[in-house]
């Protein structure tokens, strides 16, 4: 799943790094990068119903009840198309704000773009039942077809001479593809059972998970957005180029997260000991992150001015600090994914407290805005354990408390 995840997230990098070499004219690149963060802010919604379909199949999965994952998926599918919609309409309807408020030229740009959201949203329902499910070899499939498609269509169709819609459009060609092939693999592995449950708790779980989801996913992406708002068009178009390096090291050890996530939950439902899971993922994190991060320190001017040419000689200077917040992200994203995963939604409180304080901070330049991510990070992962501790202590009161009901009985 780890590499999978790598790879796919290498595609899109190959995507973001081609269409910034392609895309000549000034503050172009900029407007993609924006336009693509802000999809991926909203898009992320979509990732709190995976997050809750997982947590449910991974649970029923092993109880053995199918008919009740079965059913799940298909009330879940429901529910994510209808929501996709509604954010594609509200997007469409605000779409001229929208433009304002983020410096983008148009409005066509952004409603192509957010056209993919219903797919996008759609396809998070069967990837929860694989990832529930621990699938994980068809949910690498579709995770790297999804990129690849992405990344081909756009160099043809940018190549043609469409531009800006050639980039965009390959998105929306990328989802539909991916949302039917999703679709007929867990239909194959579901079956035809059907037992109806009640749904106690998974609304509330799911509003958790959706509030941690978009939370971290404010704190790692609305920087591009806020750049393409505050810098100049040349500053913007190279704190873009940046960002696409930098987060290599948050893209790269997603994978722990989604193969840990099914995991520790089981092991949660069964009686395991769940914790030992999360220290590997830490790990395994630090340990992939930081060799990335290591290289950005060694040799971050030599990297950019090899993939770049002189294009954005401003990236360079910064990149090894921000790698370092996109590595302290990391980290947090599998702690808060652990939590998740025992049903211990309260923490996607702390993370909106984060994302609030983020982006209250004044952004005037690129060096501000990477040591306010550096920071951001930083107060992120010490939440995080205080998180921990808190709950550590909570844990052990209420073993404690029970102890002495048993001994008192």
Partial sequence: MSVAVLLGSGLNYFYQLSMGIMLTSPGEYATLYSLTSLFAIV???SRSFQTTVARYVSKFSSEAEWGKINYLWRLSLKQTLLVGFVFFGLAALFSSFLCHLFNLDSRWHLILLLSALPLAFGMRANFGVLQG???????SFVGILVELIKLVFAIIL????????GALFPVVLSHGIIFVISLIVVRSIVGMQLDNFEAKGLFSYAGAALLATACFAMLTNVDAILAKRFLSAELADSYAAMSVLGRVV?????????AMFPKTSELFETGGRHSAVLRKGLLFTLLIGGCIVAVYYLCAQLLVEFIFADKYLFAAAHLPEYGLSMLIFSLCFVVINYYLSLSRTSIAYLLAVMAVLQIGLFHSGIGQMVQVMLLSSIVCSGMMVLFAVMTGKKRGAKQSQDNSETLFA
């Avoid at 499910?133 to 949910?139: C, D, G, H, T, V």
């Avoid at 940018?158 to 819609?165: A, P, Q, T, Y």
């Fill in 43 to 45: 898009a992320v919604f």
């Fill in 133 to 139: 499910l621990q699938r994980f070899l068809p949910l």
């Fill in 158 to 165: 940018v190549l043609l001479g469409f531009g800006i819609d």
């Fill in 250 to 258: 948050l893209y790269a050890s997603l994978g722990i997260a989604i």
